[in-house]
């Protein structure tokens, strides 16, 4: 959930580090702070409440000065946003400075003991227990600094990636993780760690992705060292990271989810690059090719997500069992991990997750494979624990999605969902051949298609305003779209903070219905498809008790025109490839709402992008 950045090497650390912050704020941005070791190998530690403006301003008299030092932004666990409850964490004598991303589970036992030894605490947080237990270890002992450390990580339960530098040592970082992401870049006589590889791209293209329950020693001019929690040395592979450096810049739009929203026809270009051949009728999924028996043989498919994902996952269930007919179940992952689920070694689980980090996605794919079941994962960002984690799987290659709400991963999850299903298909020989063809065809099509609704924008934007002060929306869909409604209403709620609720239409009668009045909004996904009648049937209830009706609908459907308040038009697809479509007016309709009430868009309140903690 939190952002963390380090540096050592033979630049001033300061500026690296507060534009790594910049970068990471999407990961939390409740207070961010800095620590650094200066010339007199002083000890500085400066943090403040609030975004990485406010710490920026605060530094602005503050010496500055160091070639090594940690940066951390904040996402709120244990303790409010303060600039008490900041990291970095000082130990009692200040001679130590942590942070951490994750939660330490144990820390209100050991806070306890290490407050009957005369420990002095400063803030109401997990976190300074640990670097107060690392100094108690060195006081008690004599042993280094890194050992004193692998004795601690050792005593703490939960999770965490840590950072910590030391008065009177310019030289050194100890860096370390559990079930929370951390790299180490790799420069000339430099290096950097990170929460993820964006905010060191431009420095280096030599990442480590540390390993579960790895400790990374860095020392300036010395090779990188690497062990486990029982201090015996371990092997690392250094790998090649490309990306594209205005991939994490606004590029003139006024909020990355805009961006992300319009950069969506060439997301799903990029993730069906490749994976349609040339003449377009075959999908070449290598992660399927090769492990085409466990597919073909599946007794059922389990799909576990999180958010955004889940709903993506709903359309995979729809998607595998329309296509592929195999049974599907689509879970929750928290609730997956905790439900002593029934799993077969003949069962394949996929797993979807935009960071590849989600802790409660891992923990279900770790759950299902000690009970023998294949998994395959679904992930954007490359090198990432779940990728690692999985037997095989698909990058969806949206590139860096920097927008707190998900927007293109979305629509990029559910092509390469639909990719998924149309190769094991294939292999299954379970569809027709005009049929397979057909949304071959026509998903070559999609990117074009979102262009046309995409030049709607400023129209959307106009009507939005209309309902900007309304409290409560319902957004009703039904078969494939039922999904994309339940994504609407969660961006709704995401950014607007505005109550929102999907349902599938003809449950609207079952309790929602209760809710209409001429004060409640209920958007519609109203395509020509083989449900329009009954989609008619439902707006009609609503229509009869004054509710208003903003109505997704096909291109040129006069009758719906006549019965919807408001309407946005979309081109004409598949109902299978809809919600490709579909997703895009709902995408743009939250965010011009939540404009319009002056939300932080990128950023809204209590989210954070990366959920690594329980």
């Known amino acids: 959930m939190c952002g963390i950045v380090g540096y050592v090497g033979n630049r001033q650390a300061y500026p690296i580090l507060i534009k790594g912050l910049h970068r990471l704020e999407y990961r939390g941005y409740d207070s961010a702070g800095i620590a650094l070791v200066n010339d007199e190998l002083e000890l500085n530690v400066y943090k403040t409440k609030g975004k990485v403006v406010d710490l920026e301003e605060a530094c602005r008299t503050k010496d500055l000065r160091g070639t090594l030092g940690i940066a951390h932004t904040r996402w709120a666990t244990h303790g409010e946003p303060s600039n008490a409850n900041a990291h970095p964490h000082y ?13 330490i589970e144990n820390y209100a036992v050991l806070k306890q003991e290490l407050t009957h030894q005369g420990c002095v605490f400063r803030s109401n947080t997990d976190t300074e227990v640990l ?20 004795w601690a990580l050792n005593q703490i339960v939960g999770s965490y990636a840590i950072a910590l530098i030391e ?25 950097f760690i990170s929460s993820d590889a964006s905010p060191i791209i431009e420095y280096t293209n030599q990442f480590i992705y540390l390993e579960d329950e790895t400790m990374a020693i860095i020392y300036r001019g010395e090779p990188l060292k690497i062990t486990n929690l029982k201090n015996i040395e371990v092997p690392h592979t250094i790998q090649k990271l490309e990306m594209n450096l205005s991939e994490l810049e606004k590029g003139g739009y006024p909020h990355f989810m805009i961006k992300e929203i319009f950069q969506q026809p060439q997301t799903i270009l990029d993730g069906t690059r490749g994976r349609i051949n040339v003449d377009g009728d075959r999908v070449v999924l290598s992660g399927v090719i090769d492990h085409k028996e466990k597919f073909v043989n599946a007794h059922r498919i389990i799909i576990v997500a999180c958010g955004t994902s889940w709903h993506a996952g709903l359309i995979g269930e729809h998607l595998l069992e329309d296509f592929c007919r195999i049974p599907v179940e689509v879970e929750y992952a928290s609730e997956f991990r905790y439900r002593n689920p029934v799993i077969y070694p003949d069962d394949v689980v996929i797993a979807i997750s935009q960071s590849g980090e989600t802790a409660d996605t891992l923990a279900a794919i770790e759950l299902a494979k000690s009970k023998g079941a294949f998994i395959y994962g679904i992930c954007n960002a490359v090198g990432s624990s779940i990728p690692r984690a999985t037997h095989s799987g698909s990058y969806i290659h949206v590139g860096p999605e920097i927008g707190v709400a998900s927007t293109k991963a979305f629509t990029g999850q559910v092509t390469v969902l639909t990719l998924l299903a149309l190769s094991i298909a294939y292999e299954k020989n379970s569809i027709s051949r005009n049929l397979f063809l057909e949304v071959i065809e026509e998903l070559q099509n999609i990117p074009r298609k979102i262009e046309a609704i995409l030049q709607q924008n400023h129209a959307i934007s106009e009507f939005s305003k209309i309902f900007t002060y309304a409290r409560n929306f319902i957004y009703l869909g039904r078969g494939y779209n039922y999904p994309a409604a339940l994504e609407g209403a969660l961006k709704l709620k995401e950014i607007s903070y505005v109550h929102a609720e999907g349902y599938p239409a003809a449950e609207m009668k079952h309790g929602p219905i209760a809710l209409i009045d001429t004060e409640m909004p209920v ?16 707006i009609q209830e609503v229509k009869a008790r004054q509710g208003k009706i903003i109505a997704i609908i096909t291109e040129g459907d006069e009758q719906m025109k006549q019965v919807a308040d ?23 309709l939250a965010y011009h709402i939540a404009v319009n009430k002056g939300r932080d868009v990128d950023q809204p309140r209590n989210l954070a992008k990366s959920v690594t903690v329980e």
Do not use: W
């Open 566 to 588: 408001y309407f946005i038009e979309i081109p004409h697809t598949l109902e299978c490839l809809e919600p490709l479509l579909t997703s895009i007016p709902l995408q743009l």
């Open 131 to 150: 670097v107060q237990l690392i100094e108690h270890i060195l006081k008690s002992n004599e042993v280094s600094l890194d050992k004193a450390v692998l």
């Open 91 to 103: 130990s009692e004598s200040e001679n130590l400075a942590l942070i951490h991303n994750g939660i």
């Open 167 to 191: 008065k009177g040592n310019p030289d050194q970082i100890i860096a370390a993780r559990k079930s929370s992401p951390l790299v180490v870049g790799i420069g000339e006589d430099e290096f």
């Open 523 to 538: 958007v519609v996904i109203a395509t020509r498809n083989t449900l329009y009648e009954k989609v008619i049937s439902n």
